[in-house]
T-cell receptor, first 107, second 115 residues
């Protein structure tokens, strides 16, 4: 089963914040976050491991609630370069992704 | 830099043809994945492989098969292409263990059109 990701899309002005949520029906080993710009391959942003280890990227951070099997990605003080589609990926042996959240940052 | 290379960016095939999509990675990664990307559906896992000649079905394996004869190469095969297999196909690779705590690297994708 694919992770459930929300919202489907968000439009921001530069400098605004946004949160993208991802949930699972299964117990998770780790959560991955990727960003894909139009016409390009998805690029790794960060991974959150069971047990709390976290890696970060620019002003983008994330949390992982193991009990609720949920993860959230926080875009803080968004920049134009943050535009793209964000995918969460859940790993339980195989790596499965959500449907994606399209983020548009406007000047 | 890790490179995941897919043999074609664009491919047009006829219904009923046997289609091979090739993916090669140069970082000696154990795991390789094939995804299909469609608008509104995200990245759906077709098959993945955790070792040479080892494979497991993903979420949507019907109509596809895979081959991994060498560690660096993972092929996706459409036995008899159909129009509903028109899509963007993405290959990815990662190091052990099975992508759990290591990032996946993606190829540029193959946009397949079946007519």
């Amino acid at each position: 089963q694919q992770p459930v990701q929300s919202p489907q899309a968000v439009i921001l002005r530069e400098g605004e914040d946004a949160v993208i949520n991802c949930s699972s029906s299964k117990a998770l080993y780790s959560v991955h976050w990727y960003r894909q710009k139009h016409g390009e391959a998805p690029v790794f942003l960060m991974i959150l491991l069971k047990g709390g280890e976290q890696k970060g990227h620019e002003k983008i951070s994330a949390s992982f609630n193991e009990k609720k099997q949920q993860s959230s990605l926080y875009l803080t003080a968004s920049q134009l370069s943050y535009s793209g589609t964000y995918f969460c990926g859940f790993s339980w042996g195989k790596l499965q992704f959500g449907a994606g959240t399209q983020v548009v940052v406007t000047p | 830099d890790v490179k995941v290379t897919q043999s074609s960016r664009y491919l047009v095939k006829r219904t009923g043809e046997k289609v091979f999509l090739e993916c090669v990675q140069d970082m000696d990664h154990e795991n390789m994945f094939w995804y299909r990307q469609d608008p509104g559906l995200g990245l759906r896992l077709i098959y993945f492989s955790y070792d040479v000649k080892m494979k497991e079905k993903g979420d949507i394996p019907e109509g596809y098969s895979v081959s991994r004869e060498k560690k660096e190469r993972f092929s996706l095969i459409l036995e008899s292409a159909s129009t509903n297999q028109t899509s963007m196909y993405l290959c990815a690779s990662s190091d052990l263990p099975t992508g759990m705590n290591t990032e996946a690297f993606f190829g540029q994708g193959t946009r397949l059109t079946v007519v």
